[in-house]
Structure formats: structure tokens, C-alpha cells
């Protein structure tokens, strides 16, 4: 089993920046889609931005494209989320997830982040 953990949320100004980031207890995602979710109080839980292990290509939600970028580090094993022209908007939980090849579902998920954009 794949176990995920999340850091770098805070607190910060709408306009500024955070990055997120997302390690695991296995040694290569390289079969993997890796992506971010995020959930705020009394909202449904979206799909942030994905990106794909092996190639790096990536998708964004439409929200988000131009201000977020997802990366992945192939010598320290995790998958970064740098967040650049935050908003409030933006205030919620962020997940990290990962999905095996071939699977129909997010097979494993961090705990979350808290990011916190205030106005």
C-alpha cells in the first residue's frame, strides 16, 4: 500500500504564493498518474491538477490554469503544487492522490494540507 503525505499549506495574502508537496512511502511513481484535489467547508471535493509519472504531462482544472503548476521530482519521489496568484477562493483542504495503471479509481490519498488565502 502507497502512503502519501502532504506539507506546505499555511496561511498567506490573496496574490501570493505557496508550494505543496507530496511524498510517498514507495521509491518510484513512474507507473502512476499523481494528482491534487482539494475540498472547502461545505463544498464538494474538485480535481485541482494531474500529472502523469512517466511523460510529466499534465492537466489543470480550469480554475486553476496559468496560476497553478504540478511537477514531479524524479530523485526525491514526490509531486510538487506550486500556487501563484492565490485567492481566497482558493481556501480549502488539499489532498494528494496517486492511481495505479489501469485503475478506475484514486486508488490512495494523503491526509491533506490546510491553505488558508485571505483577503
Known amino acids: 500500500q502507497v502512503h502519501l503525505v502532504e506539507s506546505g499549506g499555511g496561511l498567506v495574502q490573496a496574490g501570493g504564493s505557496l508550494r505543496l508537496s507530496c511524498a510517498a512511502s514507495?521509491?518510484?511513481?513512474?507507473?502512476?498518474?499523481m494528482g491534487w484535489f482539494r475540498q472547502a467547508p461545505g463544498k464538494e471535493r474538485e480535481f485541482v491538477a494531474m500529472?502523469?509519472?512517466?511523460?510529466?504531462?499534465?492537466t489543470y482544472a480550469e480554475s486553476v490554469k496559468g496560476r497553478f503548476t504540478i511537477s514531479r521530482d524524479n530523485v526525491k519521489n514526490t509531486v510538487d503544487l506550486q500556487m501563484n496568484s492565490l485567492k481566497p477562493e482558493d481556501t480549502a483542504v488539499y489532498y494528494c492522490?496517486?492511481?495505479?495503471?489501469?485503475?478506475?479509481?484514486?486508488?490512495?490519498w494523503g491526509q491533506g494540507t490546510q491553505v488558508t488565502v485571505s483577503s
Open positions: 492522490a496517486a492511481q495505479r495503471p489501469g485503475a478506475t479509481r484514486w486508488d490512495f
Open positions: 514507495e521509491r518510484t511513481f513512474s507507473p502512476f498518474r
Open positions: 500529472i502523469r509519472w512517466w511523460s510529466g504531462d499534465s
